[in-house]
Nanobody, 127 residues
Framework: QLQLVESGGGLVQPGGSLRLSCAAS????????IAWFRQAPGKEREGVSC????????NYADSVKGRFTISRDNAKNMVYLQMNSLKPEDTAVYHC????????????????????WGQGTQVTVSS
């Protein structure tokens, strides 16, 4: 059974850091591009970042560019999201997901749609 499990969330002060982890089971992670998206109460789902199956190509939302870094370790079947300089507006439930489709065009990498995702991990940024 394909399963994704997120961990690493918590309460952090503005300016702090967290590292989220996404563990995959029931399938080989390196067959898929993986994305992180977040959902805050009363807000639409927002794509945060995605990474190609090889890990060579990445994409970030403008809201997190320069602060978040996505990475993966296919040998461990894991994907990570390092979040630095956190802001209150980063507060949300963060989910990792297999990507429906990904393209590389004109030097930019894009991910579209999510197929499978986990329960998520809560990130709260507050003083």
């Amino acid at each position: 059974q394909l399963q994704l499990v997120e961990s690493g969330g918590g309460l952090v002060q503005p300016g702090g850091s967290l590292r989220l982890s996404c563990a995959a089971s029931g399938f080989t992670l390196d067959d898929f591009a993986i994305a992180w998206f977040r959902q805050a109460p009363g807000k639409e789902r927002e794509g945060v970042s995605c990474i190609s199956s090889s890990g060579v190509r990445t994409n970030y939302a403008d809201s997190v560019k320069g602060r978040f870094t996505i990475s993966r370790d296919n040998a461990k079947n894991m994907v990570y999201l390092q979040m630095n300089s956190l802001k209150p507006e980063d507060t949300a439930v963060y989910h990792c997901a297999t990507v429906e489709a990904a393209t590389y065009t004109s030097g930019s990498y894009y991910c579209r749609g999510y197929v499978h995702w986990g329960q998520g991990t809560q990130v709260t940024v507050s003083s």
